[in-house]
């Protein structure tokens, strides 16, 4: 594992890592050497540098388009707080698992030789561009919180140059004169700087070139300002096309240089570049004036303070607003009175700021130049004709140009400004009784009405307001703005009044798709008769029919299920598509067979099949919850080497009521699913196409299908990049095409923080949207305290030959051997199998390479992620102190979070320790992994609300102990206990025989798992073998860390 | 077109062609857009030059003035004709005595808007009226205000060189209108000091007071948390976002570039760049990595 860091150092962002140390019998003699060479200057090597080499080659295969060839290694001091002669790490990810130190009372600052790869500019945007909101850019590579700030850094200087904040200059450094673009940060990007600078860790400027030196002065700002002015040079070049044509002058060399990669202006006179860099200075000059000084100007619309309606009472004041503080406002007068108590009012520049702010005003806005005949002029008075004019037209103008502007809160009010509107009423007309579902293309009939506000306009009315010819009009004691277009616009739709419009145009405008007929904003629509009721279902997800589940169901459906049952069958008859995201472990799976257990029974098994499409890892699940849940609905699994192609797989499919199959083949095999219609298709885990313009994403939409549901555990509806696909794929058109809604919805919302935005989004999406978390009331009474569930995996083909060759040895000896000895040859083979369930490299114990070896650790790793996105705690389990090893290494890698790891090695104190930073706040550790003897009795893990048995302890006693860790005095929550089990192997058969004999193997059992010895060798046999479900399902295609299946620890955490 | 020989002498001849000369915005037609900067142009061409105006013109499009300096008063330059050196071209423009620019300034102050116009970089419709109401000129009125010189063989003076050399002081007007108040004696600082009317009743604080104070050294946070982890900045923190309405307004703002000497005009050839690296910004403000990484693509 290594921790990036990046500081600036000397103008350049330099990148440095941080690795575990190596034991120190192991490590390097180089590196023992190069710590007794660097002792004269005071500074050793830090014991956790990371190799420069190492750097590099692990970014260049991590960051997109980044190229790290030739980048020259450099050996730099790092002053970093230490303690007892040892450098403090930045973070417990590197001490070894568990073993944390608390943060010290007291650390230095002291000296330590880091190497260091200095990046340049281009690099510097790639690398921090992909850790924009990451915890690890790939498994084993963590963005540490410098490393954050300076990406953080990035996207400011991203705005900047989005929002055109920049000018050309000419910059002089040691090496000479260069051409660069440079940031200009007026206003709010000011004190941005200010408070970026603020927040920056001291890790972003603690290199320096030599320990002598002491630890580096520079500020914060300076830091921040030279970063930023590289960053925004560096984007600008980017997008700047070059002009081959050769200089003529220097003038040409300048603006050539500023599209080339390095920027120098070179081989010009000395003199030369001065003097352009005087022009380049004269030429700025307007906007160094504004950007330098402490005020901008202001203007202030205020309303006649007499009631009536005077005709030229409105006023539009000067006023200074402060740069720095936004709220200090000082009248205009008070700067031209030279004796003002103001301080900062002394010093003429602002006068001259001022006087330049004004003329340059004058030119947007008419009146001001009128204003501008007094000496010393301090705002305009104006009807309101004016007033409209500076509200529609000259506010815009004067705020683009960098003007405050405050308009009365009438105006700017979003939610309360009144104005003309319209409003929907629907009428619904009598159904035939014969159809079963009522679609979206049904006509129903729609009535338009005017409004302002609440109350509906006569025609009369609309009439006087039209010949008033006013913008600007009191009505109720207040200002409403209505312009001409609208109130044509209004008196149009009065002759037009009641038109028939198909369902789909109502729905889009009850659900805010449609939010405007021409320039009328839609107030409101009211809906009749069952019109009504339908769309009120909708919106509320409440008062819809609840069905009685299908007769064949072998489940008990809790009530919250029963409800998502019945939701997934209301949209069902509308034919909309249905989004299932209850939190893991509340029974998507069980309603998801349920509807389509229903919808077989309708048809009565004439139907076409229902497909259901999800990550390879869990098919398993599906088979085993099909067989359970559902025995009616027969089953086609396809995957694997031997699955069916062309016609015979589409007759299997019709002969079947479920096709399962995983995304990979999905994509594969997309040509044998297209001659299908299905009755359904479900994608489970539905976050896999969230990314719409991947194949498995376009494979999808493109399957035919009657109706379509999405399951996920995920907040799909907080992911506004995500939705777009899910909802595509669902309701096709319903978010409009990616532009639209990149325009309307994830611009707005992702750049501007747009709030109206949001809602709008949510309303629209919500409907088609169920999500229960285990905390909501109405779900948590019908949750058990505890719920148990079984995990299925699958093995990989590694560990399905390993477990063939483990059999086959162990069926020779136990034939042959008897007693004592057999009996230890039986458990040592049963701990051999589990062993390799696991995982290969704990049944090799060879230290080889971890990911994509086992189905169990794929699934538990998904599984962890849900945990981790919804902020609760976990605890894993196994029964070997290697695995747990394994176990956190690979979460700790793969999340760039810290594991705690509860062995028997752990002394008492440590141990005390990572109880109580489990059971603390908010910043410590979500997952915690336990020995099962080491932490299967006596400690208090409340914080945790799932808990995982990795492997299985063939002893419900000692389980059930473990599991009450989290399950004591003090939780107040509903915890879930998932047992992993391997399909098709020892694991499910032993889980199978204490299940339907738990009683007897309670007493039974005892205390070991020496019942299983006494087994015949018969029944032994039946017991370990190894059966085809087991394998063939990860077969010939992607391994579980292919890129479509993996847990992505890249996934971006930008939420709403 | 006029003919290529007009009849004065000495005959017209072919200028040597200059590389990297300053050349006028101008491709055909008036010099200047402004008002003022075609006010003072009308000055140059009331002196009846002929032909000489139209080649001045030409000279000054092509790029034969190598370079301009200015002074208060007085116009240096240097124009490359037909010869191996460039000629030496001098231009004086009567200034106006100090207690005359007091008494001038005197009547601009009794209105805010001459001071802010000027500082917008925009002369005052109605400067000249000021002026002559005031008994005096802002533009040279005579032949007199304005003595030239030039080191070319020409007889004529005004010549060709001068007239070019005018000619780009006249686009220079356009973005400074300081400029005339500089060639009459006066440079930008101390016309904003006469204007100021509070500038007389309050004493500018003395130079020390107003110099940005020296930055202290800030060292490192030492504790593992400040040092680490820095602190928190809140969700939504660098605001909204979104591409300009108009692009480039930040260079329209700034106007032309001062005496530019390329081939094409500054602003032409970096607005593209706006948009271009506009979108790349937002790119890169919401994350988008495989687009940023696009665009680097060697």
């Not at chain 2, 970096?270 to 495989?290: C, K, M, R």
């Amino acid at each position: 594992m290594i921790l990036l860091h990046v500081a600036l150092v000397r103008g350049r962002l330099c990148l440095w890592g941080e690795s575990a140390p190596e034991p120190v019998g192991r490590r390097p003699a180089r590196a023992r050497a190069r710590a007794r060479a660097v002792r004269r200057v005071k500074a050793a090597a830090s014991p956790y540098d990371t190799e420069a080499s190492r750097l590099s080659g692990a970014l260049g295969d991590a960051v997109p388009g980044l190229s790290m060839a030739g980048a020259a290694a450099e050996s730099l001091v790092a002053w970093l707080p230490s303690v007892a002669g040892e450098p403090l790490p930045s973070s417990p990810l590197l001490t070894a698992a568990g073993g944390a130190r608390q943060d010290p009372a007291a650390s230095d600052l002291k000296p330590w030789l880091v190497s260091t790869v200095p990046l340049s500019a281009a690099q510097a945007v790639l690398l921090l561009c992909a850790c924009v909101e990451r915890d690890t850019l790939a498994p084993g590579l963590v963005v540490s919180k410098d490393l954050a700030f300076w990406a953080l850094v990035l996207r400011f200087a991203g705005a900047l140059v989005a929002r055109q904040r920049f000018l050309p200059g000419m910059v002089e450094s040691d090496l000479g004169w260069r051409a660069q673009w440079t940031p200009v940060l007026d206003g709010a990007d000011a004190q941005r700087r200010v408070r970026l600078a603020a927040a920056m860790p001291g890790a972003c400027r603690a290199l320096s070139p030599r320990a002598a030196a002491g630890p580096p002065e520079g500020t914060a700002l300076e830091a921040l300002d030279g970063a930023l002015a590289m960053l925004v040079d560096q984007l600008v070049r980017t997008a700047a096309v070059s002009t081959p044509a050769a200089p003529e002058s220097v003038d040409e060399a300048w603006l050539r240089a500023l599209g080339t990669p390095d920027g120098d202006v070179v081989e010009r006179e000395p003199a030369e570049l001065a003097r352009l860099a005087a022009a380049v200075r004269e030429w700025r000059r307007p906007v160094a004036v504004s950007t330098d000084a402490p005020f901008r100007l202001c203007f202030r619309l205020e309303e006649p303070t007499g009631g009536d309606n005077s005709p030229t009472s409105w006023s539009v004041r000067y006023l200074l607003q402060g740069r720095r503080d936004p709220s200090l406002l000082i009248p205009a007068e008070k700067a031209w009175d030279g004796r003002s108590a103001e301080r900062l009012l002394g010093d003429p520049a602002v006068r001259e700021h001022l006087l330049g702010s004004l003329g340059q005003a004058a030119g947007l806005c008419p009146p001001v130049e009128q204003s501008l005949h007094a000496p010393a002029p301090s705002g305009y008075e104006t009807d309101a004709r004016g007033a409209h004019a500076f509200l529609t037209q000259s506010a815009a103008a004067l705020e683009q140009a960098g003007f405050g502007v405050l308009l009365p809160s009438w105006w700017t009010g979003k939610g309360t400004r009144l104005r003309l509107g319209v409003r929907a009423q629907v009428r619904s007309p009598r159904l035939k009784e014969s159809g079963g579902g009522v679609g979206l293309e049904q006509l129903v009939h729609v009535d338009w009405q005017v409004a302002l506000g609440d109350e509906a306009l006569t025609l009369a009315e609309l009439r006087a307001l039209a010949r008033m010819k006013e913008p600007l009009v009191r009505v109720r004691g207040q200002w409403v703005h209505m312009t001409a277009e609208e109130i044509r616009a209004a008196l149009d739709l009065w002759r037009r009044k009641a038109s028939p419009a198909p369902m789909r145009d109502v729905l889009r405008i009850a659900l805010g798709a449609t939010t405007a007929i021409g320039p009328l904003p839609i107030e409101g629509i009211e809906a009749a008769g069952w019109v009504g009721d339908a769309l009120a279902r909708l919106e509320a997800q409440t008062g819809f029919q609840t069905l009685p589940p299908p007769a064949g169901l072998r489940a008990t459906l809790r009530p919250y299920q029963q409800r998502g049952y019945s939701w997934l069958a209301f949209l069902r008859r509308w034919g909309l598509g249905a989004c299932l995201a209850d939190d893991m472990g509340l029974g998507k799976t069980v309603q998801t067979l349920g509807l389509l257990l229903a919808e077989r029974e309708r048809t009565a098994g004439g139907a076409r099949p229902a497909l259901v499409v999800c990550p390879t890892s869990v098919i398993g699940n599906w088979q085993r919850e099909a067989e359970r849940f559902t025995p009616g609905l027969s089953v086609l699994v396809h995957h694997g080497v031997g699955r069916g192609r062309g016609e015979a797989f589409r007759r299997a499919a019709r002969e079947n009521a479920l096709v399962v199959t995983s995304y990979s083949l999905l994509l594969r095999d997309l040509e044998h699913f297209g001659g299908l219609e299905w009755s359904t298709v479900v994608l489970d885990e539905a976050q896999n196409i969230k990314n719409p313009e991947t194949r498995q994403a376009r494979s999808a939409r493109a399957l035919v299908a009657g109706h379509r549901i999405a399951l996920t555990g995920t907040p799909v509806e907080n992911n506004v990049g995500d939705l777009w696909s899910i909802m595509e794929f669902l309701n096709p058109g319903l978010l409009g095409t990616p532009a639209e809604f990149k325009r309307s919805f994830f611009i707005p919302i992702q750049a501007a923080h747009d709030a109206a935005a949001t809602a709008r989004l949510r309303r629209l999406s919500g409907p088609f949207i169920l999500r229960r978390l285990k905390t909501d009331r109405s779900v948590i009474a019908d949750l058990p305290e505890k719920m148990e569930m079984k995990v299925y995996c699958t093995l990989t083909r590694e560990q399905a030959s390993l477990y063939q060759a483990v059999l086959s040895d162990a069926e020779k000896v136990i034939a042959r051997a008897e007693g004592i000895e057999r009996k230890g040859v039986v458990l040592a083979t049963l701990s051999k199998l589990k062993q390799v369930c696991n995982h290969p490299a704990q049944f090799l114990a060879d230290n080889s390479p971890i990911p994509g070896r086992s189905g169990k650790l794929a699934r538990l790793t998904e599984m962890i992620e849900e945990v981790m996105e919804s902020g609760e705690r976990a605890l894993v389990f196994s029964q070997f102190a290697e695995m747990g090893a394994i176990v956190t290494a690979h979460l700790q890698e793969a999340f760039g979070r810290e594991v705690l790891f509860l062995h028997g090695g752990v002394p008492r104190g440590a141990r005390e320790r990572m109880v109580e930073r489990f059971q603390s706040g908010a910043e410590g550790p979500s997952v915690f992994v336990l020995s099962l003897k080491a932490g299967g009795t006596g400690l208090n893990l409340t914080a945790a609300t799932h808990v995982f048995h990795f492997d299985r302890w063939w002893n419900p006693a000692v389980e059930a102990q473990a599991t009450d860790r989290a399950f004591r005095i003090g939780q107040t929550r509903r915890v879930q206990v998932h047992k992993l089990v391997c399909l098709g192997t020892l694991e499910e058969k032993i889980d199978a025989m204490i299940e339907s004999k738990r009683g007897v193997a309670e007493q039974v059992v005892g205390t070991g798992e020496g019942w299983l010895t006494e087994l015949s060798t018969a029944e032994l046999r039946q017991v370990l073998a190894l059966r085809p479900e087991a394998v063939g399902v990860w077969g010939a295609d992607a391994p579980p860390s292919s890129k479509s299946e993996a847990p992505d620890p890249l996934r971006r955490r930008a939420k709403v | 077109m006029r003919p290529p020989f007009y009849g004065d002498f000495p005959p017209p001849s072919r200028p040597r062609d200059v590389k990297g000369g300053i050349r006028a915005r101008s491709r055909r037609g008036a010099f200047g857009e402004s008002w003022w900067a075609r006010r003072w142009i009308a000055v140059l061409e009331s002196f009846e030059l002929g032909g000489r105006l139209q080649r001045g013109r030409s000279y000054a499009r092509r790029g034969q003035v190598v370079s301009i300096a200015i002074g208060k008063g007085r116009v240096e330059a240097l124009v490359q004709g037909s010869r191996e050196t460039p000629y030496d071209v001098k231009l004086e423009v009567k200034t106006l005595p100090a207690p005359e620019w007091k008494r001038l300034a005197g009547v601009l102050a009794r209105e805010a808007r001459f001071a802010a116009r000027l500082l917008a970089g925009e002369m005052p419709a109605d400067v000249e009226d000021a002026f002559r109401g005031a008994g005096s000129s802002l533009f040279p009125q005579r032949r007199a205000d304005l003595r030239t010189r030039c080191s070319c063989p020409d007889w004529s003076n005004p010549c060709k060189h001068i007239a070019a050399v005018y000619y780009l002081l006249g686009e220079e007007f356009d973005r400074d209108p300081f400029l005339i108040f500089r060639l009459r004696g006066l440079d930008r600082d101390e016309l904003v000091g006469l204007l100021d009317r509070t500038a007389a009743a309050t004493p500018a604080p003395p130079e020390a007071a107003r110099a940005a104070p020296p930055i202290a050294p800030e060292p490192l946070p030492e504790t593992p948390s400040g040092f680490w982890r820095g602190s928190d900045l809140p969700q939504g923190f660098l605001g909204e976002v979104e591409p300009p309405p108009v692009s480039a307004a930040l260079l329209g703002r700034l106007g032309q570039f001062p005496f530019w000497r390329g081939r094409q005009p500054l602003l032409e050839a970096v607005a593209p760049i706006y948009g271009a690296a506009s979108a790349l910004g937002l790119d890169v403000f919401l994350g988008e990595v495989s687009r940023v990484a696009g665009r680097f693509r060697p």
